[in-house]
């Protein structure tokens, strides 16, 4: 009877296992002769890195006194901004369009009705940049090729950075210290790890802000200084209470 009943318990927390597998990133063991009473600590862990990848914005703006023309104007410039940025290296796929507008210029003058007396069209260009020593290099390529808006860079890191598991690691052994402290306070000891749940790795990006340069404006290659990311991990552990 007393085996039957552990196979029950067995055969349940298989199935929920199962059932929560695909709503967050959970690991659920259930040692033999485990015990019923836990304790469950959340711990975190911290880790600086330095940026991996960045994102750049490049944008035109044209305008005139028809709408098609002035939406084409853009959409040629926007073209040779795509491929100055290949030239300079920026792969196919880490470049996107963002954005493509046209609006009517009206003259509100007093005492008149608004009138269309042109129109302003813009094409933006996102690019995220896996070598981000040239980001320079692609800023100058963009400008000459007819940028007249560009925006960024923000800094981020890759989801294959050793930092996030660093600071998964970390916040781990946190828990672990957490639970020992609960645990010796209760006249107990911590066993076995029953389940981890990772609550989320924050990576909050490092934003230049606007860098747009004129057309006017002498190209050249600007200097762009990373610096570095705080990388934070949250978990949850349910150790086993001995």
Same mark, same amino acid.
């Given at each position: 009877?007393?085996?039957?009943?552990?196979?029950?318990?067995?055969i349940?927390?298989?199935?929920g296992?199962?059932?929560?597998?695909?709503c967050?990133?959970?690991?659920?063991?259930?040692p033999?002769?485990?015990?019923?009473?836990t304790?469950?600590?959340t711990?975190?862990?911290?880790a600086?890195?330095a940026?991996?990848?960045?994102?750049?914005?490049?944008?035109?703006?044209t305008?005139?006194?028809?709408?098609? =023309?002035?939406?084409? *104007? /853009?959409?040629?410039? %926007? @073209?040779?901004?795509?491929a #100055?940025?290949?030239k300079?290296?920026? &792969?196919?796929e880490?470049?996107?369009?963002?954005?493509?507008?046209?609006?009517?210029?009206?003259d509100?003058?007093?005492?008149?009705?608004?009138?269309?007396?042109?129109?302003?069209a813009s094409?933006?260009?996102?690019?995220?940049?896996?070598?981000?020593?040239k980001?320079?290099?692609?800023i100058?390529?963009?400008?000459?090729?007819?940028?007249?808006?560009?925006?960024?860079?923000?800094?981020?890191?890759?989801?294959?950075?050793?930092s996030?598991?660093?600071?998964?690691? =970390?916040a781990?052994? *946190? /828990?672990?210290?957490? %639970? @020992?402290?609960?645990?010796? #306070?209760?006249?107990?000891s911590?066993? &076995?790890?029953?389940s981890?749940?990772?609550?989320?790795?924050?990576v909050?990006?490092?934003?230049?802000?606007?860098?747009?340069?004129?057309?006017?404006?002498?190209s050249?290659?600007?200097?762009?200084?990373?610096?570095?990311?705080?990388?934070?991990?949250?978990?949850?552990?349910?150790?086993?209470?001995?």
């Amino acid at each position: 009877m007393r085996n039957r009943t552990w196979l029950v318990l067995a055969i349940a927390l298989v199935v929920g296992a199962l059932a929560l597998g695909g709503c967050t990133t959970k690991v659920v063991t259930a040692p033999a002769g485990s015990a019923l009473n836990t304790v469950t600590a959340t711990g975190e862990g911290k880790a600086v890195a330095a940026p991996d990848q960045a994102e750049m914005n490049f944008g035109v703006t044209t305008t005139g006194t028809e709408a098609k =023309k002035t939406l084409d *104007d /853009a959409a040629k410039k %926007a @073209d040779a901004i795509i491929a #100055a940025l290949k030239k300079a290296g920026v &792969a196919k796929e880490d470049i996107q369009t963002s954005g493509v507008n046209l609006y009517p210029q009206q003259d509100y003058s007093e005492g008149k009705t608004p009138r269309i007396t042109g129109y302003q069209a813009s094409v933006q260009v996102r690019v995220t940049m896996k070598d981000i020593e040239k980001i320079g290099d692609v800023i100058a390529a963009g400008t000459d090729a007819g940028a007249n808006e560009v925006y960024g860079p923000t800094f981020t890191l890759s989801e294959k950075s050793a930092s996030r598991a660093d600071a998964i690691d =970390k916040a781990v052994t *946190d /828990a672990r210290a957490r %639970a @020992d402290v609960m645990a010796k #306070a209760a006249g107990k000891s911590v066993g &076995a790890v029953l389940s981890i749940s990772e609550a989320g790795v924050s990576v909050p990006p490092i934003y230049y802000g606007d860098m747009a340069r004129s057309a006017t404006e002498a190209s050249g290659k600007v200097p762009i200084e990373a610096g570095t990311l705080d990388v934070t991990a949250s978990v949850t552990v349910v150790f086993e209470l001995k």
